[in-house]
C-alpha cells in the first residue's frame, strides 16, 4: 500500500510517497528487489536524462530492520501545480491545434521507450500531465527496461491497449488509435537487438550517516512519518528538513538532507 501527502520543503510543495510492506512475506518477496520509492527515482532520473518531463525528484529513502529487512521506503518529488490528463480533457474543449500536440508529445514519449525497449506498466491518463506544452509522466515505479524483444513486445501492447481504455467511446478516440496504430505497426518490424545503452548516468545516493552534521537516517524517517500523520489530521507542521540535490543529466545524483528535526 502507499500513502500520499503533499507537504512544504522550504518553500516548495513536494509530494512524498510512502511505501509500505505489511506482511513478514512481502519483506521477505522484495528482500532482495529495489523498493518502489528507489524505482521511481531511479526512473524519473532516467526519463529526465532522455528528454521525458517527470517531477524533478528530491529524496529516496528506505527503512530497513537489522539493514536488511525493508520496512517502509520513501519517495519525494517536485509537486506539478495542474490537473492530470484526464481532467484535463473533462474540464475543457480541446481545439484542433492542441489535440495535435497531445498527441505528438505522445508519439515522441512512446518513441523513446521503443528506442529503448521501456514499459510503463499502469498508462492510466491520471498518470499523465499536459503543462506549459508539455507532457509530463507520473508513477512510475512500474517503469521497466527490458532485455528481450519478446517481453518488451508484451508490455509495451499492454501499454498501449491501457492506453486506448483512457479515450474508449469518446470523441478523441480514432486520434489516438490512428496514433497507435502506427506504433503497432513499428514494433512488427522490430528486429532482435540489444536496447540502446543508457550509459549518461550514474545514480548515486550517499548513505546520510556517513556524515555528522547530516541528519541521522532514523530522524528523517521520523520525521517524515510526523508529516504524513500530522496531514492525515490536518495539522500543519512547520517544515525544517531540508533536501537539496543535482539532477544535471552528467553529474552524480546526490543526497543531502540537513537542519534536522529538533
Known amino acids: 500500500s502507499t500513502t500520499v501527502a503533499e507537504f512544504n520543503f522550504d518553500g516548495e510543495i513536494c509530494v512524498i510517497k510512502r511505501y509500505n510492506l505489511k506482511s513478514l512475506w512481502q519483506k521477505m518477496k522484495y528482500l532482495f528487489k529495489p523498493s518502489r520509492a528507489a524505482k521511481c527515482w531511479r526512473n524519473s532520473l532516467m526519463l529526465r536524462m532522455l528528454g521525458v518531463e517527470t ?3 528530491f529524496m529516496v529513502m528506505e527503512e530497513r530492520l537489522f539493514g536488511l529487512l525493508r520496512q517502509k521506503a520513501y519517495f519525494v518529488c517536485e509537486k506539478i501545480e495542474a490537473p492530470n490528463l484526464m481532467e484535463y480533457f473533462e474540464e475543457k474543449q480541446l481545439k484542433h491545434s492542441e489535440l495535435v500536440q497531445i498527441i505528438a508529445k505522445f508519439r515522441n514519449f512512446f518513441q523513446i521507450m521503443i528506442d529503448y525497449k521501456i514499459s510503463h506498466g499502469d498508462m492510466k491518463a ?13 508513477d512510475l515505479d512500474g517503469m521497466k527496461i527490458h532485455r528481450s524483444n519478446r517481453s518488451f513486445k508484451r508490455a509495451i501492447m499492454k501499454d498501449f491497449n491501457r492506453f486506448m481504455k483512457n479515450w474508449r467511446n469518446n470523441e478523441y478516440e480514432e486520434e489516438f488509435k490512428s496514433m497507435i496504430n502506427e506504433l503497432e505497426i513499428l514494433m512488427q518490424n522490430l528486429v532482435e537487438k540489444k536496447p540502446e545503452e543508457i550509459t549518461r548516468i ?19 524517517i521520523s ?15 512547520a517544515g525544517n528538513v531540508y533536501v537539496t540535490g543535482s539532477a544535471a543529466l552528467n553529474h552524480d545524483e546526490f543526497l543531502s538532507v540537513t537542519k534536522g528535526a529538533s
Not at 499523465?128 to 509530463?136: A, K, V
Open 202 to 220: 550514474i545514480i548515486l545516493t550517499k548513505p546520510i550517516l556517513d556524515f555528522e552534521e547530516i541528519l541521522p537516517a532514523k530522524n528523517a
Open 223 to 237: 520525521h517524515l512519518n510526523k508529516i504524513l500523520e500530522g496531514i492525515a489530521k490536518k495539522n500543519t507542521l
Open 55 to 57: 517531477p524533478r525528484p
Open 126 to 138: 491520471s498518470n499523465f500531465i499536459f503543462h506549459n506544452e508539455q507532457l509530463i509522466v507520473l
